[in-house]
């Protein structure tokens, strides 16, 4: 594909009438012969000099340089459009492989394929065009929306509604019980978990990501919201839309988290928290309480200003405390040598 090509497809224009031969997209770091690459920032220029690319994605034309450019205002998104023309290929229906066990009263749209050693159970829905990969379990009265891929070894239980677009990678599982106990008479007593999961349009799943169904209405994921690989999502929570949630994060059960809010790596949120729209939470922090709109960090969880001004002092503490030893014995002689006027 030449340059100029593929620049309209993905929203870029050329800088010069240069017009490559374009055969794949790369990283500045491995990009070939022949591969169209981008760059964010003026720190990658020595990297793109040394690049054996054959054109660049760049947000605003970079002077002196021969490889060809082109111009898109979000580069990186300009990258992954770049992305999809080369290698996502389109999907062929394949329907119901032999060795998928779908119950009679399923519904499935058009176009819908099911892999082997997938089991739909009664009153199962699936959109059109939506693929499920073995091993999938897809509970009693659950429903997929059209254009949705359930990889492999993915089960969705009882109950539960899933959106349109929505991709659940392998080994996720949507609806398990909520941790729910209350103790008596010396022993924990199960409380049934009788609600559901709602997970909206062109949200992402990453693999062995656990939702738990609420115990009674539903936990519901928003609209756009990605989830990384390895999140616990508690009973009852409400996350909004369009949100990031990284890797390894813990959410406790009946928190409401906002629109467009980010939870960095490994973040623990305690039960019955409300996390404002846009809020941005550092990795490793400890959130409990109430966020209001910024940007937070620490154990507990603080503004992040204020944990850097914190975290600044902690290499100083050893040094700190050996100047309080130094002055209380100071004070303590000066004392004593008082009494004995």
């Not at 998928?100 to 394929?113: C, H, I, K, P």
């Not at 909206?200 to 693999?207: M, N």
Request: net charge neutral.
């Amino acid at each position: 594909m030449r340059l100029k090509d593929l620049a309209e497809r993905i929203g870029a224009k050329p800088v010069s009438d240069a017009d490559p031969e374009i055969k794949g997209v790369a990283g500045i770091d491995s990009a070939g012969e022949g591969f169209l690459t981008f760059v964010t920032s003026r720190k990658l220029i020595p990297s793109l000099r040394a690049s054996r690319a054959a054109a660049v994605i760049v947000k605003e034309p970079l002077e002196g340089m021969v490889i060809p450019q082109i111009v898109a205002e979000n580069p990186l998104l300009a990258f992954a459009r770049a992305l999809e023309v080369f290698y996502v290929k389109p999907r062929r229906p394949g329907g119901v492989m032999p060795g998928a066990v779908v119950s009679e009263s399923a519904r499935l749209g058009r176009d819908v394929t099911v892999y082997p050693m997938s089991f739909l159970a009664e009153g199962v829905s699936i959109g059109d065009r939506t693929v499920i990969y073995p091993g999938v379990f897809i509970g009693e009265g659950s429903s997929v929306g059209g254009d949705s891929v359930i990889h492999p070894n993915v089960t969705i239980r009882e109950g539960v509604t899933i959106g349109s677009r929505v991709i659940i990678h392998a080994g996720a599982v949507i609806g398990a019980d909520g941790f729910g106990y209350v103790f008596d008479g010396g022993r924990h007593c199960k409380i049934p978990q009788v609600g559901g999961v709602i997970v909206e349009d062109d949200v992402e799943i990453g693999a062995a990501v656990t939702i738990d169904r609420a115990t009674t209405g539903n936990t519901r994921i928003g609209e756009g919201t990605k989830i990384d690989n390895l999140v616990q999502v508690g009973h009852n929570v409400r996350i909004g839309k369009h949100c990031i949630i990284v890797a390894q994060v813990g959410i406790g059960g009946s928190t409401e988290i906002g629109d467009r809010v980010t939870l960095a790596g490994q973040v623990g949120v305690a039960d019955h928290v409300n996390i404002e729209d846009g809020c941005i939470v550092g990795a490793k922090s400890g959130v409990h309480g109430r966020l209001r709109k910024g940007v937070y960090s620490g154990i507990p969880v603080m503004p992040h200003i204020k944990w850097l001004k914190t975290r600044a002092l902690y290499e100083r503490l050893p040094e700190m405390q050996k100047k309080i030893r130094e002055l209380e014995e100071k004070i303590s002689g000066s004392e004593k040598g008082g009494g004995d006027d």
